[in-house]
């Protein structure tokens, strides 16, 4: 098996359900502006990595699933299996339908493979969102944090090859394609504030001075914010794979929601039913850093970017954030910038959006197809006032707590 490139679309989920441009490879900083790069590793202290197999008959649509354990090569851009198709249990129904196939001759028959699910389990754990605090070359996602899925190939028969006496391959000596199951978000969110603050005196809410007249400015402290998911998503979610014998395909089944990683918010108490909840809050709280680049289709070296990992390709819902605190982001004296101007917050277009399919549709699913990776982005909006805005106590003790411990460099 091989890997496959993504598709890499830049930008994120628009109205009428389709990619703005897309990027068919893209390393930060690299001359082929390759931003992912997929490699798979093995496991601690071996060359392998877990993964499952799926066997079957078109005809009879019989199965045969087993736990497999892939070798790596290629650097990791190539995966194969070179055991024994065995270690059923005396008479159950996989060693029975095995039998069947061999005996003729795996006519018919046909193998699906996926990777990246729990290891010797059918369940898939969500590791969650991932946040990259500056985003660049050395940067990795955690451990099994996708799927990858070959699906429906179809397989030979050899007779008396290498001295043995059998051996099932890919039909042709073919190549399995690997790509990835549902799509990858890399979401941005983009602080734009001017980057320093200016110094303030606690004792008289003013700008600081010393003694030859010069004001000092420190970098503006990270804005505070939650991550909002709705629990429709797959990512909000703990999913199970389903193995199709009729098309060979892997879907994921929904399921409870992700508790490990989001608290469930606003709950809806429905008799009989699971609890339900208006949204997902994710537990870490954002701390987005103003932005030294513009905000541009693609991430460069710095940018504060969420990844999350869907596997539902046909989930729905948006993906949002909210201000935690107002803290050197309200218009207050506290937000004051070198160049005399107080910058507020005001919120607007926090939120992604991915609208369920229209029924019956023949193509109800024109984004967010398997294997693609978006890059969508969230920026921060404000304006910026000619008066410091009224605070209150808990605020300012906050600000000047800072201003007291903070390093500050005068204002060139």
């Known amino acids: 098996m091989e890997l496959d490139n993504f598709e890499q679309i830049a930008g994120g989920f628009d109205a009428s359900q389709e990619p703005r441009a897309v990027i068919p490879q893209i390393n930060t900083g690299a001359a082929n502006n390759k931003l992912i790069d997929l490699r798979a590793y093995a496991d601690a202290g071996s060359d392998?990595?877990?993964?499952?197999?799926?066997?079957?008959?078109?005809?009879?649509?019989?199965?045969?699933?087993?736990?497999?354990?892939?070798?790596?090569s290629n650097d990791g851009?190539?995966?194969?299996?070179?055991?024994?198709?065995?270690?059923?249990?005396?008479?159950?129904?996989?060693?029975?339908n095995f039998k069947k196939m061999a005996a003729k001759k795996m006519s018919n028959c046909y193998v699906t493979a996926i990777i990246g699910n729990d290891p010797?389990?059918?369940?898939?754990?969500?590791?969650g969102p991932h946040i990259i605090n500056n985003w660049d070359d050395n940067v990795k996602l955690p451990d099994n944090f996708v799927m990858l899925t070959s699906e429906a190939n179809p397989i030979g028969w050899r007779n008396n090859l290498g001295g043995k006496v059998h051996e099932i391959t890919v039909k042709n000596n073919g190549r399995m394609k690997l790509r990835m199951m549902g799509y990858l978000m890399?979401?941005?969110?983009?602080?734009?504030?001017?980057?320093?603050?200016?110094?303030?005196?606690?004792?008289?809410n003013a700008p600081y001075t010393d003694a030859s007249g010069k004001r000092y400015r420190a970098p503006r402290p990270a804005m505070f914010t939650y991550l909002d998911v709705s629990p429709t998503l797959s990512v909000a979610q703990n999913q199970q794979p389903i193995f199709d014998s009729k098309t060979g395909k892997i879907s994921m089944k929904p399921g409870s929601v992700n508790t490990t990683n989001f608290n469930g918010k606003h709950k809806e108490v429905n008799v009989g039913q699971p609890d339900r909840y208006r949204f997902m809050e994710y537990k870490t709280i954002l701390q987005v850093p103003v932005s030294t680049a513009p905000a541009g289709e693609l991430p460069v070296k710095g940018d504060y970017v969420v990844a999350m990992y869907f596997p539902q390709v046909d989930d729905f819902g948006s993906v949002g954030i909210r201000r935690v605190a107002p803290y050197f982001y309200d218009g207050s004296i506290y937000s004051l910038a070198p160049n005399g101007k107080y910058y507020k917050f005001i919120g607007g277009n926090d939120k992604l959006e991915k609208s369920l399919p229209t029924p019956g549709s023949s193509t109800p699913y024109r984004k967010a197809?398997?294997?693609?990776v978006y890059y969508p982005v969230i920026s921060l909006k404000y304006i910026d006032v000619n008066k410091a805005e009224n605070v209150g106590?808990?605020?300012?003790?906050f600000c000047k707590n800072w201003t007291n411990s903070a390093t500050w460099e005068p204002i060139p």
Do not use: C, W
């Open 369 to 372: 197809l398997d294997n693609k």
């Open 120 to 127: 010797g389990s059918l369940n898939f754990t969500n590791k």
């Open 77 to 96: 851009k190539s995966i194969g299996y070179d055991g024994l198709v065995s270690g059923f249990t005396p008479g159950s129904n996989y060693e029975k």
């Open 186 to 204: 890399m979401l941005r969110i983009h602080n734009g504030f001017p980057q320093y603050v200016t110094r303030i005196n606690p004792a008289t």
């Open 393 to 397: 106590v808990d605020i300012l003790n």
């Open 48 to 72: 392998r990595i877990k993964g499952m197999l799926y066997v079957y008959d078109d005809i009879t649509k019989d199965i045969v699933a087993f736990n497999a354990p892939f070798r790596i």
